[in-house]
């Protein structure tokens, strides 16, 4: 699909300000719900810390476990560890996990503005009217950048009501939100590659999951952001403010310097190409050959992701393994940290397995949400009701879809606890690991069942309010990092509140059946619910 050059009255800019309103207006509910969600949680989840670590004692404890290689590459730098007061542990502890989502936020708003419109055909209706070249990227851009500081804005509001120091809060925000930023920067730039929404999605979540993996390797090397690869991440610059201990403003400026570069390559690129099209060539399918019905298809359409997806959670499993002796060696090191975990050096050993363990649970269920995002988005682009009108059910056309999703998360979360187990088997010398951790990344395969069916019930039922699954995986990332520290109950309606936490704690069935018997029934009622309502474009 290509459109002519014309002289738009205005130059590329013209419309900008109208496009801008509509992105806004469509975004409204999103912006609220994130903002909100983000703010209370951060605000809860401070208190419960004051709450909790009011001694001196209690904090210095606290500061030992953090200063673990684990905790550092799940959290951070590790700033303020000799005098660990409760916003050094918001800074440590919190931050990061503030940044993830907001940053997913982030790379998806900018997918949904610059890339599907044009997919669908949207953007070339709005192309028609006096409306310049560049006027689309920057509506999206704007829109993506008012929600990103929408969200900071409200988590400061929310901070002012503890007893933070508001200095440190300010910074801690504007970290986020730059972090934010140059993640959508990062989205636009892989929006201008490829001609597909879920491709670009699928991009934006690779650069989330490499910088992750940049900072944790980084800082684990060099507590306090004294290691290169801290700094080639973006949250490594973020972090290494350190909020409410250095607070140094300066890191900032890498962010806002390498998001501009992110955004005038997109401009640049966004030049090159026609409308509809993606700078990456897309590889011509045999000139003979079968497509295997709808399930080969749909391999087709989400190969790219799979495979993605797949070799994050793997390349994260293994960095867990090869850190499994360093943390055994950490508190062997501290007398006081065996005593805070039954079995000692064991115990604590295990207790960072069973975390790792859920973290790549979590990065399956973000694969999941955006398999079936990608059904969502077939609908809404019109090819779903083209494939529908042939002698395809329903009920065959969305089931393919779900159970290549569903398998491959399986795949994605066996493989990489059988990596996880083999390299810390030989980092332990312990070779019973590797059955050991196998075990734990299949014990959370039933909250991969339940993700999926409430993505399934959203798509089935409401699927406009698709972002809603989105904030659902947040919800049970941090409650599975925090829930300890929320109110009781908040935990609720987290899969890993139930299921059992190996190898740190004994198997139980009964929640793994409960779970899986949850997960396919949302799964049936979803279907049952697309099967009856109306395709919607």
Known sequence: MTTAVATVPGGALAGTRGLVRLALRADRWRIVIWSVAVAWLTVVSVRALDDLYASDTSRAARAELIASPAATALAGPGYGLDDYTIGAMTANELALWIMLPVGIMAVLAVTRHLRAPEEDGRLELVRSQPVGAAAPVVAGLVAAAVAVVAVGALTFVGLLTTSLDPAGSALMCAAVVVVALVLAGASAVASQLSAHARTASSLGMAAIGVAFLLRAVGDVQG????????????????????????????????????????????????????????????????????????????????????????????????????????????????????????????????????????????????????????????????????????????????????????????????????????????????????WTLVGAAAVTIPGVLVVLGVGVVVLG?????????????????????FGDLLPDGADAASPFTYLPALPAEPMTWAPVVGCTVVGVLLVLVGTEGFRRRDLQG
Do not use: N
């Open 223 to 434: 507590p306090q952001s004294t290691s290169v690869w801290t700094w080639l991440s973006p949250f490594g610059w973020s972090q290494a403010t350190a909020p409410y201990t250095e607070d140094r403003w300066w890191p900032l400026l890498v962010g806002l310097a390498a998001t501009a570069v992110s955004v005038a390559l997109a401009f640049a690129l966004a030049g090159r190409r026609d409308l509809g099209t993606g700078l990456l060539a897309e590889r011509p399918g045999r000139e003979h050959g079968r497509i295997g019905g709808v399930v080969g298809l749909t391999w087709r359409r989400q190969r790219t992701a799979i495979w993605s997806w797949g070799a994050a959670i793997v390349l994260c499993g293994a960095l867990v393994g090869v850190l499994a002796a360093q943390i055994a060696d950490f508190v062997a090191d501290q007398p006081a940290l065996e005593d805070l975990f039954p079995g000692g050096v064991g115990g604590a050993t295990a207790a960072a397995f069973a975390l790792y363990s859920v973290f790549l649970a979590v990065l399956a269920f973000a694969y999941v949400t955006t398999a079936v995002g990608a059904a969502r988005h077939e609908e809404s682009a019109g090819r779903a009701e083209t494939l529908l009108a042939l002698p395809v059910s329903r009920g065959r056309w969305l089931g393919s879809q779900l159970a290549l999703a569903g398998t491959a998360a399986v795949v994605m979360l066996l493989v990489a606890g059988l990596v996880m187990g083999v390299t810390a088997a030989a980092s332990l010398d312990d070779p019973s690991q590797v």
């Open 461 to 481: 039922f409401v699927p406009r309010a698709f972002a809603a699954v989105w904030a659902y995986v947040a919800y049970v990332g941090v409650m599975a990092m």
